[in-house]
DNA sequence: GTGAAAGCGCTAACAA
DNA sequence: TTGTTAGCGCTTTCAC
């Protein structure tokens, strides 16, 4: 394919019409007689040409490419927020370039081979409070926060609805009695812990329960947090019969932890999750959970950021999606 | 940013010098006297100039861009060689679009999206044979094939030693002394599985065991499949005493029904996986496996891809990964 | 409805 | 060591 490919004058050549012509008809201007559009489009199928997306680029001063950079790839909800905007904004004619950036320093170089040399025009940063990522952020760049409260002015975000995702959990282990309800959180300095965490305080102030700070135990979203968590909460003065966890992955930790341990789940021990991740269901007991969709997630932050693209003068909107739904559907 | 960014142009007049010479100093050529370098650079800080990616392309003819298609971004595997890819070729200054391909067709539009339009100079392609896709893979794009043998001329090729695999999980259950190992397979069109089941084959053999075809039932890779395959094999006129799913999802599957038919795991029947997939550690009872180094997979298709797109004219070479180990590192 | 000219921001090839 | 001249392949004025 290399350097030998057929090129727009090659096509003009053949049809016996100006390059302007072609270009006009493979981007569908009107002013073009049929009967020239008909001899360009001959031309093109029998060259077998395809213009070149790299100079329509250079011409225009427009990328369509959006840079995507995430904590890693290979966790679940990210991936699929990454996969849902991936394939939303290829819809629209336009490309995800999605990195991995473990950390600051990482999401600092990458904007700068990313975004400062153009390569990109615009930029979805997930979890941009989980460290001082944000701090990076260019301001001039069509940006949108995925995962994160409407903190920074200029950028767009968009989130679950983790308040209602803290209500949700906290209400079905007080509907099934229990009255010492603990929670193992993320990290505080995310958003969405503060937000599940503020759900779950809600729902304690509705059943007039008082507030126990042993109950609220901080963990990582690792299972190896919800285990230690666990062992943490045994050693407390009053043992919660439940245990909201904050994600799923921890809320297997937190089983884990409770076998091992000799409790047995459900009749000692309730325990509820938030994500439904897959394989969810095949844990022992099942895991009961609150369902997320993150696919839809990152449709709307394809929604969001083609917008913020193509009016750069529109205000940041800021989308919280309210689609948590308890039971979250069986699988086998 | 848009459109008023600091050119080349800027930074030469700044400089005193031609566009030709600030080229040089960006590019790091050797022929510019200290004293001008110095004046160049002097004149980039002051006005913040950041070569524009794209107008180099446009020179260079090239993008530095792989194309990564894969039939999704979020089951783990996929998503861990893709991490250990991107990481590893953004190292060498080069980019990796990974897209999700489910079906052939949407494989195919994907390929004129960003190859035939020179988005890209490269192409990743996750288990081609899979399905049909391999059809379409154009003749003359650099190609590495991802979790495949080689079987297409052109293409360099990389996989785990999933023989290996085969036989480290086999010989792990005879060497409980079992002697009815059944085997649940992925697709049959896929080389994986071909080559899982190989192992398989070689290590009965080695202990001669003789095959019997009702020892050998076909899933899909989902948790469901593994579950009906136990089921399957219930109805055989010998039920084994172990099984060898040839993926960790199948497992869990399998895990769940023998729970569901009142199975003891690992008293009745043993399990044992392929992949160590995160959790593996979890599943009541931990599941056993084989551990696959995904990131190395990912790392190894990156230095094929970059090798291939450099130099053209190298013969496509075949990297089979001898890193499969067992017992998998224990996690909580 | 069509074509000519100019340019996107940079680099490659050649001169000086 | 440095500058000049031409592009890369396309789109965008603006004529005609």
Redesign the interface.
């Known amino acids: 394919?290399?350097?030998s490919?057929v090129t727009i004058r090659d096509v003009a050549a053949r049809a016996g019409v100006s390059r302007q012509t072609i270009s006009r008809v493979i981007n569908g201007s009107a002013s073009v007689s049929s009967e020239t559009e008909a001899n360009v489009k001959a031309a093109i199928a029998a060259l077998g040409y395809?213009?070149?997306?790299?100079?329509r680029?250079?011409a225009r001063?427009r990328?369509h490419t959006i840079a995507c950079l995430s904590p890693?790839?290979?966790d679940?909800t990210f991936?699929?927020v990454?996969?849902g905007a991936?394939?939303a904004v290829?819809g629209e004619g336009y490309?995800?370039?999605?990195?991995?950036a473990p950390t600051p320093d990482a999401f600092r170089e990458l904007l700068?081979?990313?975004?400062?040399?153009?390569?990109t025009e615009g930029l979805m940063v997930f979890n941009p409070f989980a460290d001082e990522r944000h701090r990076f952020m260019?301001p001039?760049?069509p940006t949108v926060l995925v995962g994160a409260r409407p903190r920074m002015g200029i950028a767009s975000s968009v989130a679950q609805d983790d308040v209602e995702a803290g209500r949700i959990a906290t209400a079905h282990l007080l509907a099934l009695g229990h009255r010492h309800v603990a929670t193992v959180t993320g990290p505080l300095a995310e958003d969405c812990t503060q937000d599940r965490l503020a759900g779950y305080y809600q729902m304690l102030l509705q059943s007039r329960i008082a507030y126990d700070p042993d109950m609220v135990v901080q963990g990582d979203w690792s299972?190896?947090s919800g285990?230690e968590a666990l062992l943490k909460l045994r050693t407390s003065p009053v043992m919660p019969t439940a245990i909201f966890a904050q994600n799923d992955?921890m809320a297997?930790?937190i089983?884990?932890a409770a076998?091992d341990s000799g409790l047995e789940v459900p009749v000692q021990l309730s325990v509820m999750g938030v994500d439904d991740i897959?394989?969810a269901?095949?844990?022992?007991p099942p895991l009961t959970t609150v369902r997320q969709d993150f696919a839809a997630m990152g449709r709307e932050a394809a929604r969001l950021m083609i917008r913020c693209m193509e009016d750069?003068a529109a205000e940041p909107e800021h989308v919280r999606l309210r689609r948590s739904t308890y039971p979250a559907p069986a699988?086998?």
Request: overall charge positive; charged content about 20%; hydrophobic content about 45%.
């Open positions: 394919m290399g350097r490919r395809q213009p070149n997306a790299i100079a680029i250079m001063g990328t890693n790839l290979t679940y991936a699929s990454i996969e991936e394939a290829r490309f995800l370039m999605s990195s991995s700068n081979v990313l975004v400062s040399s153009a390569r260019p001039d760049v299972a190896k285990y992955q297997v930790g089983l884990r076998r897959p394989l269901a095949h844990f022992e750069p699988a086998v």
